[in-house]
């Protein structure tokens, strides 16, 4: 018994200082947890990168998006991390004024967002656009325009994420924003009847969709891809409206804190390269930032193409998400 | 030596110093603007909601527990111990876990639904609003409310039995003289903690809620937080819902007062109410609407089963380990406060003869239940933040915050449980001269060994079913059970997902299983 407790006191002992002896560099990369989970991409960017770094990633995971600001701004200049993955467009002001972060450096262009890139402190690294999703065999005809979904009293019942707890909530609250322009709180209003829920997060709205509690689910046009991939179901569809969809980009970027700026500067560089890309599609269900010269899979061209794109700038976010809010607030918690 | 018979001052000293270092260094960090939050009109809707849905939410679930507890205290029947294990089970379940069972149940395409189509009656069925957060609710507490209700019946001395019976009591007289001083000690904390649960749920109430005029201060709290990253009003919110629901709880543990315990005990005498015809009929009600309102969300929970050899696999295992570690650290946090708070409640109550004081610190663990966990731990994580690597800061807040939030739960097994063993043996052992250690292991340890084992089972469950601050905290190392399951939801696998929760529910089980037995068991 206890010559064995020896032998792995040992063995650990030994592993240990193999590891020590190695010492190669340790780059800290935070992102979010479904994207270094089990089916997320972390895995097979980590050895791609580590193939040509000499050197060791590691994943720091947080919730969602804004868990991962949240810690940032409580870790402050004291954060571990050098890289951050995960970040999107609604919150990129917001981590901006952290101050914590340094220029990304990187060459962005030919990257394929829908919009001009000019930020110097993020690049993206994929992007999709928000869609309402619906099982075609439960609803034959889908509203052919965000219009028709919320002036229709018959319309189709749907579930939404509450803009205040929520990435894609915040995203369709900008979405009205954008079509509706200061009539949307009267939109939202006229839409209220028909909302099931507004749930905390992204994962609670869908399951609730998939059990049949609503006819559409706020999500993103990629969404069906999946089905289609990992379950082979093909009655899962994005409608397409016909003003457009809102634009979802996520974002990287690394940190002024880092103690070793150049590894993470590569980091960076390789986002926007083949070997990154690539892992994107069929893990995160998003599109490329920078299309991978394999091309993104086939099912993501039979996915719904928006005519045209819609965004706000992080800055007009983070001057306008309060007001947008409240108005939000007033109209549907009657 | 007298200043070692005060630990209990000491953890509540240290608990009020947790919560309050922690607000304030919220409100430091907050910076810039630390005026008082002007409480708008949409905020006083907010609390309106939550404090009346809280208050319905209380009172069915206090009805229906005290109903369900009556009837499993007068009635035997196959499977009863399981029945009773299982009631401690609903409480612990994950929330996400909770919302899709009631709805597989009660929702647009559930059970219910479903069934009522078939026997030819096509309604729509919407429970979105003060249905289905009642339903969600109650489906949680009341279970736990009978669970210690029960255990409270359990504590009626054999001798009052034989004196009823001797006396012929009536069904009403035995509700009135033996059952009723037994629950009515249980029913401020009961009621004040299924109250602050409600009062802050959160993802139930914006699942079911149907809409934002139905959220919680909670809702508010985290966007300051997370979204806002202003923490200055996170503090803010966080300092009126501690002091709102501060005032409700003292109030009503003042309001009710506690009457003192029985003298002795032996093992339980047949109740003569158990052949009454009319009882017979009302408790076989009772029973089977308990099952058929209970055992169906349950049910829903094995359809996880389908794909249970799909998330066994190493990542399962750590995140399996590392709960189990953080859960068993928490538990027994939680226990070792709630001894020496329950200690320090005794002594007041009874060699100082000061139960106000003794009510406090009675109150003091469902106090940390209105505390809210993200506002705290962003608060502690700041406070510790210049002397821990962020890294390891999440390993001890996550089991400390996690400890603190089965306290209360921990407490309603040992509190009541210390405060009989002073008042049965407390002048024995005194005139005896039996002090410190053999005090406790001849007078406290036999009364007090059972529950303080189902409190840390409890207590482990809570922790293990909790996502909580792990959101904040969690990564590659610190992954636990309901992270994982999260993480899986989020990568759209929402069958794996559901097999995530069915093994959290069965480890609860086993844990409540363990629970159960060892608070019924006889002292």
Redesign the interface.
């Known amino acids: 018994m206890f010559k064995r407790l020896g032998l792995t006191l040992l063995s650990l002992g030994l592993a240990t200082g193999a590891a020590l002896a190695q010492s190669k560099p340790v780059l800290t990369v935070y992102t979010?947890?479904?994207f270094?989970?089990?089916?997320?991409p972390a895995k097979t960017i980590e050895e791609r990168f580590e193939a040509t770094c000499n050197c060791d990633l590691?994943?720091?995971?947080?919730?969602?998006a804004?868990?991962l600001?949240?810690?940032l701004?409580?870790?402050?200049e004291?954060?571990?991390a050098d890289v951050v993955v995960g970040l999107d467009m609604n919150l990129a002001a917001?981590a901006r004024n952290l101050k914590l972060f340094a220029p990304h450096g990187v060459d962005t262009k030919g990257v394929a967002v829908p919009v001009e890139w000019e930020d110097d402190t993020f690049i993206p690294f994929d992007w999709g656009y928000l869609a309402f999703v619906y099982d075609s065999n439960k609803l034959k005809t889908p509203p052919a325009s965000l219009k028709e979904l919320v002036e229709n009293p018959n319309g189709p019942k749907v579930v939404l994420q509450?803009p205040?707890?929520s990435a894609p909530g915040?995203g369709f609250l900008l979405w009205m924003r954008k079509v509706y322009g200061d009539g949307a709180d009267a939109a939202w209003a006229q839409l209220?009847p028909r909302?099931?829920?507004?749930?905390?997060g992204?994962?609670?709205a869908?399951?609730?969709f998939?059990?049949?509690?609503?006819d559409m689910v706020m999500s993103y046009t990629t969404?069906p891809a999946?089905?289609v991939v990992?379950e082979k179901k093909d009655n899962y569809r994005a409608a397409a409206f016909s003003e457009g969809h809102y634009l979802h980009v996520e974002l990287a970027g690394r940190t002024r804190t880092t103690k070793q700026p150049e590894l993470a500067k590569s980091f960076l560089d390789f986002v926007l390269t083949e070997p990154f890309q690539s892992a994107i599609p069929e893990t995160n269900?998003m599109y490329p930032a920078k299309n991978p010269a394999s091309g993104t899979p086939a099912i993501f061209k039979d996915m719904v193409q928006p005519s045209k794109a819609l965004i706000f700038t992080p800055e007009e976010v983070l001057e306008n998400?309060?007001a947008f809010t409240?108005g939000?607030?007033?109209a549907?918690?009657? | 030596m007298r200043s070692l018979s005060h630990p209990g001052s000491l953890v509540a000293l240290a608990i009020l110093a947790l919560v309050v270092g922690g607000f304030a260094t919220l409100v430091l960090a907050g910076g810039e603007k630390p005026a008082l939050l002007a409480i708008g009109p949409y905020l006083v809707r907010v609390l309106i909601f939550s404090t009346v849905q809280a208050a319905l939410s209380s009172l069915l679930s206090l009805v229906f527990g005290a109903a369900l507890a009556l009837a499993l205290a007068r009635r035997r029947f196959p499977g009863r111990n399981l029945v009773v294990s299982a009631l401690g089970l609903t409480m612990v379940m994950p929330t996400i876990v909770a919302v899709f069972a009631v709805l597989a149940v009660y929702g647009r395409s559930g059970w219910l639904a479903a069934g009522l189509h078939g026997i030819g009656i096509p309604v729509e069925i919407s429970i979105f609003g003060y249905p289905g957060i009642l339903i969600a609710h109650v489906f949680l507490n009341a279970p736990f409310v009978a669970r210690i209700m029960l255990d409270a019946l359990n504590t009626v001395p054999a001798e009052q039995w034989r004196l009823a019976q001797t006396l012929g009591f009536s069904p009403a007289q035995i509700l009135r003289h033996l059952d009723w001083p037994a629950l009515r000690g249980e029913v401020p904390g009961l009621a004040g903690l299924v109250f602050l649960v409600c009062f802050k749920s959160f993802a139930i109430v914006l699942a079911l809620g149907g809409g934002p005029a139905r959220a919680t201060l909670e809702v508010a709290i985290y966007e300051a937080l997370k979204i806002d990253l202003d923490f200055g009003r996170a503090a803010w919110l966080a300092f009126i819902q501690t002091a709102l629901c501060l005032a409700l709880t003292l109030a009503l543990n003042w309001a009710i007062a506690r009457p003192p315990a029985a003298q002795t005990v032996r093992a339980l005498a047949v109740r003569p109410d158990r052949t009454d015809r009319g009882l017979l009929a009302w408790d076989s009600l009772v029973l089977v609407l308990g099952l058929l309102f209970l055992a169906p969300p349950f049910l829903s929970v094995l359809a996880g089963l389908a794909h249970v050899a799909a998330v066994l696999d190493a990542d399962f295992a750590r995140a399996f380990a590392t709960s189990i570690v953080i859960a068993a650290l928490a538990a027994l946090m939680a226990c070792l406060m709630a001894l020496a708070l329950g200690g320090a409640a005794r002594r007041f109550r009874l060699a100082a003869r000061m139960p106000r004081l003794a009510a406090l610190y009675d109150a003091l663990p469902n106090t940390l239940l209105a505390v809210p966990p993200f506002a705290l731990t962003a608060g502690l994580f700041l406070a510790i933040r210049p002397f821990v690597d962020p890294a390891t800061a999440g390993y001890i807040l996550l089991p400390l915050i996690n400890g603190l939030g089965a306290l209360p739960f921990a407490y309603r097994f040992i509190g009541p449980r210390i405060m009989i063993a002073g008042e049965r043996y407390g002048r024995l052992s005194a005139s005896l001269g039996l002090r410190g250690l053999d005090r406790l292991k001849i007078m406290d340890w036999p009364i007090l060994a059972r529950p303080l084992g189902a409190a840390f089972a409890l207590a482990m469950a809570l922790s293990f079913g909790d996502f909580g601050v792990v959101a904040l905290f969690g990564g590659t190392e610190l992954q636990t059970l309901p992270y994982l399951l999260y993480e899986r939801l989020g990568a759209y696998r929402l069958e794996e997902a559901s097999s995530i929760g069915l093994l959290i529910v069965l480890v609860s089980f086993v844990l409540a299983l363990l629970s159960g037995r060892l608070s019924h068991a006889a002292d």
Do not use: I
């Open positions: 979010y947890s479904s270094s989970g089990k089916y997320g590691q994943w720091v995971t947080a919730e969602d804004g868990s600001v949240g810690r701004r409580l870790e402050g004291s954060t571990k917001e509450d205040r707890t915040l209220k909302v099931v829920t507004f749930t905390k992204w994962s609670e869908y399951g609730l998939l059990k049949g509690e609503a969404s999946y089905h990992a269900w998400r309060r409240d939000w607030l007033n549907t918690s009657r």
